[in-house]
């Protein structure tokens, strides 16, 4: 299939969940919750392995090893540090509109984070569309 069709398809479907979460309300049933969580999980699973592929496409044989480890290592940091940055963001913005939304703040903080996952996730669409080469196999050494 190639990682460029999952890595598009995982990307999409990210965007497409993280938008679906931004439009959770207190009255939204569970099931919606859990089904685009579910969805969003898929996506990212989705992008694991065509991202590793890539990110160690260029990598000389004796060295894979080590670019998967390394590559594995930025990916929990880099996930550290976005779940640092979303919780930021969820929290400044349920504290300051606290008067306009009342009970309602911390959902609100919580949207706005998702409208900030998606438009990340949408970065992450254009980068497999115009970043992702179509073939790798000529590139490994």
Do not use: C, E
């Amino acid at each position: 299939m190639g990682i460029k069709k999952i890595f598009v398809a995982g990307a999409a479907i990210l965007v497409v969940s993280n938008i679906g979460m931004y439009f959770l309300t207190m009255s939204t049933p569970l099931w919606v919750a859990a089904g685009l969580n579910v969805i969003r999980n898929i996506s990212i699973g989705s992008l694991m392995m065509p991202l590793l592929t890539w990110g160690t496409s260029n990598v000389k044989s004796q060295k894979v090893a080590d670019a998967s480890s390394l590559l594995t290592s930025f990916r929990t940091i880099a996930g550290a540090i976005g779940t640092a940055v979303f919780v930021g963001i969820m929290n400044t913005v349920s504290i300051n509109s606290a008067a306009a939304y009342g009970d309602n703040a911390l959902m609100h903080g919580m949207n706005v984070s998702f409208l900030w996952m998606a438009i990340g996730a949408v970065v992450l669409l254009m980068i497999s569309i115009f970043g992702v080469r179509r073939s790798t196999a000529n590139s490994a050494k």
